[in-house]
C-alpha cells in the first residue's frame, strides 16, 4: 500500500467506554447504598441496645433520694451492658423525654429491664408507698424515738404511743423496751449512739421494731469495720468507748475537715490524763434541764457527763455519731495540739498550749464583740 494510500485510509473509531461506564455506575450505586445500610443498621442497632435490649439484670428496688437525676442514676449504669450502647444516645433520650424531676422513693425493677422500661418506671413516680424516715447525724437518742413515733406509716409495736410532750424520762423508758425487743444491752439503761444517722425508706405499715434493728444493725457494722482498721494505740479499751468518743466529735465540729483534728485534741488530753472539757458533754447530762444555755452553775455541777468535771470519757455516747465521725475517733491527726476554740468566723483555731489557746480565745472574743 502506497504512502498515499495509507494516508487515505480511514482510521477505525474505537470502541465506545460507554456500555463499560454505564455498566459500572450501577455497581457504585448500589455500593453506596450497601453502606448507607450497614451504617443505618449499626445505628438502629446503637439505639435499640442502649434503650429497648433486655438486660440481664435481676429484679432489685432502685432507691431515689432528694438530688438524684435521671443523669446520675442511669448515663454509665449496670443497664448498659452491651458494647453498642452508647452513653450519647441515652443522654439524648432522657434529655427529650424526660422532663419531670425524679421522686423520692423506692422503686421496684422488674428482671431483665430495658433502660426505656426503667426510666418509665422512674418518670411516673415510685408506685409503693414508702414512708421516710430522716435521722439526723448529731441527734440524740430522744430525738430518734420522737421522729419515729411522729412518721406517719410507722406501726408502733415497740415505742410508747405518740405524746405531745416527750421527754427524757418517757426516753429512757422506751430505751429500756427497744433494748428488750432488740435483745441488745443497753449501757446505763441507754442506747444513745448505738444507731445509724441517715435517710432511710421503709414501706408503709413497717413496725418501729424493724426501723429499729435496720439503724442499729447499720451502726454495728459501721462501728466493726471502723474498729478492725483503727489505728494503734489508742486510749480505748473497746470500740463503744471509741463509739463515745465519736458522739463527742460529732457535736463539736461540723466542718469535715476538723474531726480528724478535734480526735486528736481529745486523744491526746486523754493520753496525759487531762479532762476533756468539752460543752456538749454538759449539755447531756442537764437532759431536760437544758434551756438552750450553759451557766458557770452547770459547769460547776458534778453529772455523770460533765467532763469539766469527772475524768475521761463520759459513761455512755452523748449523740448519734455519723460514719465520718467514727472513723474519725479511729483515726485520730497527726498532732499534739491539746486545745480548740471556734474562731467566730466558722472553723476552730486549735493549739498546742495553753497561752496559745487564751490568745486564741481572746481573738474569738473580739471577733464576736465586733458583730454585736
Known amino acids: 500500500m502506497t504512502k498515499a494510500a495509507q494516508k487515505l485510509k480511514v482510521k477505525k473509531p474505537k470502541k465506545s467506554n460507554k456500555k463499560q461506564r454505564v455498566s459500572k455506575k450501577p455497581k457504585s450505586l448500589w455500593l453506596i447504598k450497601l453502606m448507607m445500610l450497614a451504617l443505618l443498621t449499626l445505628l438502629v442497632s446503637i439505639v435499640y441496645m442502649s434503650l429497648f435490649a433486655k438486660t440481664d439484670q435481676k429484679a432489685q428496688t432502685l432507691t431515689v433520694k432528694k438530688g438524684d437525676t435521671y443523669h446520675g442514676l442511669l448515663v454509665n449504669n449496670p443497664w448498659q451492658t452491651s458494647l453498642f450502647s452508647s452513653s450519647f444516645v441515652i443522654k439524648l433520650y432522657l434529655k427529650v423525654y424526660t422532663h419531670a424531676s425524679l421522686k423520692e422513693g423506692m422503686y421496684q425493677i422488674p428482671a431483665n429491664a430495658s ?14 408507698q414508702m414512708i421516710r424516715v430522716q435521722i439526723i447525724e448529731g441527734k440524740n437518742i430522744k430525738d430518734l424515738y420522737h421522729a419515729i413515733k411522729n412518721t406517719d406509716g410507722v406501726v408502733l409495736e415497740v415505742l410508747t404511743p405518740r405524746t405531745d410532750n416527750y421527754s427524757w424520762v418517757d426516753a429512757m423508758k422506751d430505751n429500756k423496751k427497744v433494748a428488750a425487743a432488740l435483745g441488745v444491752s443497753a449501757v446505763n439503761g441507754n442506747l444513745e449512739g448505738q444507731f445509724a444517722p441517715n435517710t432511710y425508706f ?33 486510749p480505748y479499751k473497746d470500740k463503744y468507748e471509741a463509739l463515745i468518743m465519736a458522739s463527742i466529735i460529732e457535736k463539736e465540729t461540723g466542718i469535715a475537715d476538723e474531726r480528724w483534728q478535734v480526735s486528736a485534741v481529745f486523744v491526746n488530753r486523754l493520753g496525759k490524763n487531762m479532762r476533756l472539757q468539752t460543752d456538749p458533754t454538759i449539755i447531756y447530762g442537764l437532759f431536760d434541764r437544758y ?16 467532763t469539766y468535771q469527772i475524768n475521761g470519757l463520759p ?23 491539746l ?34
Open 339 to 372: 486545745y480548740f476554740v471556734a474562731t467566730g468566723k466558722g472553723g476552730h483555731k486549735f493549739s498546742q498550749t495553753l497561752d496559745g489557746h487564751n490568745r486564741a480565745v481572746a481573738q474569738y472574743r473580739v471577733v464576736m464583740a465586733n458583730k454585736q
Open 115 to 128: 433502660l426505656k422500661q426503667v426510666v418509665d418506671i422512674l418518670s411516673k413516680g415510685s408506685d409503693m
Open 315 to 337: 459513761p455512755t455516747p452523748i449523740s448519734l455519731p455519723s460514719k465520718a465521725s467514727i472513723d474519725a475517733a479511729m483515726h485520730p491527726a497527726d498532732t499534739k495540739a
Open 202 to 234: 421503709f414501706e408503709q405499715g413497717t413496725s418501729d421494731k424493724k426501723i429499729l434493728q435496720k439503724l442499729y444493725d447499720a451502726q454495728q457494722q459501721i462501728l466493726d469495720a471502723a474498729w478492725s482498721n483503727r489505728k494503734k494505740s489508742l
Open 291 to 306: 434551756d438552750g444555755k450553759i451557766y458557770r452553775s452547770n459547769i460547776n455541777e458534778k453529772t455523770a457527763y460533765n
